[in-house]
């Protein structure tokens, strides 16, 4: 099993709608979560972090964590074509490692 | 301010060679870290150093070898270089030492490795 777990995708969804990216991890006593989104040929850069339960909201973007469930996920409203990107998951687990996923590919379809 | 730059951007090697990859950042960030990305496996840290004059093994670190050569510098080195080494190398920089947990990194533009 891996540490961070991501459906590869693509995910594919209509401009306008809630594009929802989802990520697992193993490490129970993990500590911080991130999401970066990485445009094809680019370099990741961060969108959100968050370390406690429940959501935090940046503009159009939501992260959600539920530690009992061990998911992270980042909700994208009203989704835009330049949305379209990869985005990875990045744990930093309690060997203070951070521990990526292998990205969701996102498409928004115009 | 130019942020995390990296040199070369593309490079092509034949089996046995060496090379450096360069890696400089201005943002007066303590920590740098040295990744390689190959499809469908995501980012996977190779050596990282906490701190000017230390450095430390990530998750693949053989067949590679690293310099902190002062707070802004950090190369990585492939002393015979191996088709398996083909891969996209990012470097990241973050401002505090690797145990925050609540640390930014910030990545480079990249160097797409070929190794025939």
């Known amino acids: 099993q891996k540490e961070v777990e991501q459906n590869s995708g693509p995910l594919s969804v209509p401009e306008g709608a809630i594009a929802s990216l989802n990520c697992t991890y193993s490490?129970?006593?993990?500590?911080?979560f991130f999401w970066y989104r990485q445009y094809s040929g680019k370099s990741p850069e961060l969108i959100m972090s968050?370390?406690s339960n429940g959501d935090k909201e940046d503009g159009r973007f939501t992260a959600q964590l539920n530690k009992a469930s061990q998911y992270v996920s980042l909700l994208i409203r009203d989704s835009q074509p330049s949305d379209s990107a990869t985005y990875l998951c990045?744990?930093?687990?309690?060997?203070?490692?951070?521990?990526w996923g292998a990205g969701t590919k996102l498409i928004i379809k115009p | 301010n130019a942020g995390v730059t990296q040199t070369p951007k593309f490079q092509v090697l034949k089996t046995g060679q060496s090379m450096t990859l360069q890696c400089a950042q201005d943002?007066?960030?303590?920590?740098m870290y040295w990744y390689r990305q190959d499809p469908g496996m995501g980012l996977r840290l190779i050596y990282y150093?906490?701190?000017?004059?230390?450095?430390d093994k990530g998750e693949v670190p053989n067949g590679y070898n690293v310099s902190r050569l002062n707070k802004r510098e950090f190369s990585l080195r492939l002393e015979s270089a191996a088709p398996s080494q083909t891969s996209v190398y990012f470097c990241?920089?973050?401002?505090?030492?690797?145990?925050?947990?609540?640390?930014?990194?910030?990545f480079g533009p990249g160097t797409r490795l070929t190794v025939l």
């Open positions: 990241a920089s973050s401002e505090a030492g690797q145990a925050s947990v609540a640390d930014t990194q910030y």
């Open positions: 943002m007066n960030h303590n920590s």
């Open positions: 150093s906490a701190s000017e004059g230390t450095t």
């Open positions: 490490d129970r006593v993990s500590q911080s």
């Open positions: 968050i370390y």
């Open positions: 990045a744990v930093i687990n309690s060997n203070y490692q951070l521990i």
